[in-house]
């Protein structure tokens, strides 16, 4: 059983950065494209970034492109989000997420395998 656990979270003024870490255990890193997912209270669980296996291609939504960066280490089972001037309509819960097929398929929730339990963040105006 593979498990993610996620850090990083909390309260931000907006402008400010965090870093969000997700961390797996079980089934080999390496084998799974990782990506993040937000989802705020009322609305859909939207897709944030995407990494490949080996972490040469990621993916942004347009909405945090040039702001946020997905990175990750195998060696460490790890995958990162780096938050950069947040704005107040970043806050949301934060999902990292293990998918098994093709990275093609990244933006849809619905492709991915593992998921982490989801970080609070909240920027404050």
């Known amino acids: 059983q593979v498990q993610l656990v996620e850090s990083g979270g909390g309260l931000v003024q907006a402008g400010g950065s965090l870093r969000l870490s997700c961390t797996t255990s079980?089934?080999?890193?390496?084998?799974?494209?990782m990506g993040w997912f937000r989802q705020a209270p009322g609305k859909e669980r939207e897709f944030v970034a995407a990494?490949?296996?080996?972490?040469?291609?990621?993916d942004y939504a347009d909405s945090v492109k040039g702001r946020f960066t997905i990175s990750r280490d195998n060696a460490k089972n790890t995958v990162y989000l780096q938050m950069n001037s947040l704005k107040p309509e970043d806050s949301a819960v934060y999902y990292c997420?293990?998918?098994?097929?093709?990275?093609?398929?990244?933006?849809?929730?619905?492709?991915?395998?593992?998921w982490g339990q989801g970080s609070q963040v909240t920027v404050s105006s």
């Open positions: 990494i490949t296996r080996s972490g040469g291609m990621t």
């Open positions: 997420a293990g998918g098994l097929a093709v990275f093609g398929t990244r933006r849809s929730s619905t492709n991915y395998n593992y």
């Open positions: 079980g089934r080999t890193f390496s084998s799974y494209y």
